[in-house]
């Protein structure tokens, strides 16, 4: 039997998901790269003997990949040899999570900056990354899980941009689903729900619900039994459910979601036929998108009465809320003033706007700086507010 072939990069958390998922299935030929070759290789066989488990053998080989500006040549050569047919980037010098782990009166103070200017530590690996790719497999579908609301469109800007990316806006969609079938009295199953939304918008609902003055940043179809019904419940009333009746765990263990739906978009990316499924950055747009996926592409799958430059404008008033104000023709990322005055009264970094050429400069900066950050918050640590801040690192290349 013939199977394609998957490489992730990047062996953190949520590459372990997603192989725990995929690797009984076995319908891939798995590639794991890591900088740290003895922990790819050590994760690598923990997924083969547990698959083994079940009686399962699957081909999974470790690599080591290094994605900084001196490797790029070497990283040419690894991808020459693997030939993957699907690669997927976990890579992060810094992962969305980590600030989490902050004693909690520190986290909930960075916390107000949203993701935004934390761009760097997603968009160099990938930078790097897209670069040998783009010299050594142009053909591989490239997924990305590193903020493709951004990381995606600043790509696209140079001609490098992955194919789609996985999770934010996708996630939502399950619970979305779940809050009109309750609502409405009806089964998950019956409801189809079509959202577009940026990351600002399918972080924020599960914890708060509507976000006060979001009209703009959403757009949400939905029908029961193909009838649609979008005017039936109200949007305060769905989202609000979905706080409320399907809260549900996050950080480390709320991934699992993610990488269900990194495992809907891999598995059927080259099925026979197309799957309705939902997903950030499709092509380099921002934001999220309902996107048929299938026979080696994606395509934007708005419903009716929604065009593409609308769906754009919703996600880039999220954008904005998320902390990046505008994305230049050239990829400059230009950041909002609230959102970096946080990040320069917490941690005394200040970047109004950052090139794509400059993302791994900004990186090392803006990761010595929160290391201090995070060392003082030990040492003031109050065991009644939070986790002690030696937990909290500088994870590189681990989502």
Not at 170 to 190: E, F
Not at 214 to 226: E, H, P, V
């Amino acid at each position: 039997m013939h199977r394609k072939k998957l490489l992730i990069v990047g062996g953190g958390n949520l590459c372990l998901q997603i192989l725990q998922i995929l690797a009984p299935r076995n319908q891939f030929e798995f590639h794991v790269a890591s900088r740290d070759s003895e922990n790819a290789t050590r994760l690598c066989n923990l997924i083969r003997l547990a698959a083994l488990q079940q009686n399962v053998s699957v081909q999974i080989h470790s690599h080591e990949m290094d994605l900084r500006e001196s490797c790029i040549s070497r990283n040419t050569e690894t991808l020459l040899k693997i030939k993957p047919d699907i690669i997927l980037n976990c890579a992060s010098l810094q992962s969305w999570r980590v600030i989490t782990q902050l004693p909690a009166e520190r986290f909930a103070a960075l916390d107000q900056a949203q993701l935004g200017p934390w761009l760097p530590m997603h968009l160099a690996p990938a930078y790097a990354l897209m670069r040998a790719v783009k010299q050594a497999c142009p053909k591989s579908l490239v997924v990305n899980a590193a903020f493709p609301d951004a990381v995606n469109p600043i790509l696209y800007k140079v001609g490098m941009a992955p194919d789609v990316g996985i999770g934010n806006i996708a996630n939502l969609i399950p619970a979305t689903r779940c809050a009109i079938a309750h609502l409405a009295g009806c089964l998950p199953a019956q409801v189809c729900a079509k959202l577009v939304g940026h990351h600002y918008f399918s972080h924020s609902v599960p914890r708060h619900g509507l976000p006060q003055g979001s009209d703009a940043t959403f757009s949400l179809t939905y029908w029961i039994d193909g009838e649609e019904r979008t005017e039936e419940h109200t949007a305060q009333d769905i989202f609000g459910c979905v706080a409320r009746e399907f809260r549900r765990l996050g950080g480390v263990d709320g991934q699992y979601l993610t990488a269900m739906s990194a495992v809907t978009v891999l598995e059927n990316l080259h099925a026979d036929q197309e799957v309705r499924v939902h997903g950030p950055g499709p092509h380099g747009l921002p934001g999220g998108y309902p996107v048929k996926v299938g026979m080696g592409r994606v395509l934007l799958d708005l419903p009716y009465g929604v065009t593409r430059e609308e769906a754009i404008k919703v996600n880039e008033a999220g954008q904005r809320l998320d902390g990046i104000s505008l994305i230049r023709a050239d990829g400059t990322a230009v950041f909002g003033d609230a959102q970096m005055h946080v990040m320069q009264r917490e941690l005394n970094f200040a970047m109004a706007e950052m090139r794509v050429s400059d993302a791994a400069e900004w990186a090392e900066e803006l990761g010595t700086k929160y290391l201090a950050y995070a060392e003082a918050s030990h040492h003031s640590y109050n065991p009644h507010t939070g986790v002690a801040a030696h937990d909290a690192g500088y994870h590189a290349f681990a989502c």
